[in-house]
């Protein structure tokens, strides 16, 4: 969760993906852990440049299930992921393309995509 001053405590599931123009630098490791903290721990951090996390299922159905679902996320969102299907295996790589690296917003992304 994030204080923000003088307001009620906001959820990054929450909080709405902001377009990115490019033009900004992305996150410092310092910047990104905070960040990090707030998503589910199975999200790994990829050499500060991006997050993924491989979510598994039973089935390829499912998995396809999964994938349409966060994919509806990205649209609502107007930020797109990155996904890798398999037979019950879905992995799932965020980051902020225009700024070849991490934005708030790619957190905003990966804990709506946790709520599936």
């Not at 902001?18 to 050499?47: R, S, V, Y």
């Not at 679902?69 to 393309?97: N, P, Q, Y």
């Amino acid at each position: 969760m994030i204080h923000i001053c003088g307001a009620e405590t906001v959820s990054l599931h929450e909080k709405k993906c902001i377009p990115c123009q490019g033009g900004i630098p992305p996150l410092t490791t310092d910047q990104i852990k905070p960040f990090m903290e707030q998503i589910d721990n199975n999200w790994n951090l990829i050499a500060d440049h991006h997050i993924e996390r491989v979510f598994t299922f039973d089935d390829f159905q499912t998995a396809l299930d999964f994938v349409n679902a966060a994919g509806e996320i990205c649209e609502a969102e107007d930020h797109h992921a990155d996904f890798e299907l398999s037979w019950g295996r879905a992995k799932v790589m965020i980051w902020t393309h225009k700024i070849d690296g991490l934005h708030e917003s790619d957190f905003i992304l990966a804990a709506k995509i946790d709520k599936i």
